[in-house]
Antibody
Framework: QVQLQESGPGLVKPSETLSLTCTVS????????WSWIRQPAGKGLEWIGR???????NYNPSLKSRVTMSVDTSKNQFSLKLSSVTAADTAVYYC?????????????WGQGTLVTVSS | EIVLTQSPATLSLSPGERATLSCRAS??????LAWYQQKPGQAPRLLIY???NRATGIPARFSGSGSGTDFTLTISSLEPEDFAVYYC?????????FGPGTKVDIK
């Protein structure tokens, strides 16, 4: 059973860049889409974007200008960078593995990490 | 972007009762609709995909139906562990979008 673990700073200052990494264990990172999804406290879920192991990406148009995703297959990791953050970016950030057979469907999630944007 | 709405916002029921949750899409998503369960402090868990297919390990008391713009998640007899928030999600168009959720709480 694959496991995903998010890591990164829990506190980011406004206007700076949020950086998170997801480490995949118990399975290969190859041949899957890997996603980032966030959830502000007490609110719903927002798909930030996804990356294939080839490096191909799809970003949510609402965040596209600020998002960069990358993948490091040698380390079984993928990463998220979100620039120019504001308080509205405060949320629990989840990394997830998408289904191999069904597009835009997540099957396995990390536990999530809370990122607070505050000075 | 496809907008999903869910009703009711909160459903108060007792263990053993039947729960019926609704999800409506702003445009047709065919059968490309999934349901997730989320408990406090946990990540969402996939229950149903493509409207009516249970994910691996999901009990038979969970069932889904619908197509086009109107979908239903039914829990035939609520177990104590089923009290949670349920989200629908469309995978017809990128980006996948989620509904605002229905909270099923204990009456």
């Amino acid at each position: 059973q694959v496991q995903l673990q998010e890591s990164g700073p829990g506190l980011v200052k406004p206007s700076e860049t949020l950086s998170l990494t997801c480490t995949v264990s118990g399975g290969s990172i190859s041949s899957y889409y890997w996603s980032w999804i966030r959830q502000p406290a007490g609110k719903g879920l927002e798909w930030i974007g996804r990356i294939y192991t080839s490096g191909s990406t799809n970003y949510n148009p609402s965040l596209k200008s600020r998002v960069t995703m990358s993948v490091d297959t040698s380390k079984n990791q993928f990463s998220l960078k979100l620039s120019s953050v504001t308080a509205a970016d405060t949320a629990v950030y989840y990394c997830a593995r998408d289904s191999r057979y069904y597009d835009i469907l997540t099957e396995q999630w990390g536990q999530g990490t809370l990122v607070t944007v505050s000075s | 972007e496809i907008v999903l709405t869910q009703s009711p916002a909160t459903l108060s029921l007792s263990p053993g009762e039947r729960a019926t949750l609704s999800c409506r899409a702003s445009q047709s998503v065919s059968s490309y609709l999934a349901w997730y369960q989320q408990k406090p402090g946990q990540a969402p868990r996939l229950l149903i995909y493509d409207a009516s297919n249970r994910a691996t390990g999901i009990p038979a008391r969970f069932s889904g139906s619908g197509s086009g713009t109107d979908f239903t998640l039914t829990i035939s007899s609520l177990e104590p562990e089923d009290f949670a928030v349920y989200y629908c999600q469309q995978r017809s168009n990128w980006p996948g979008t989620f509904g605002p959720g229905t909270k099923v709480d204990i009456k």
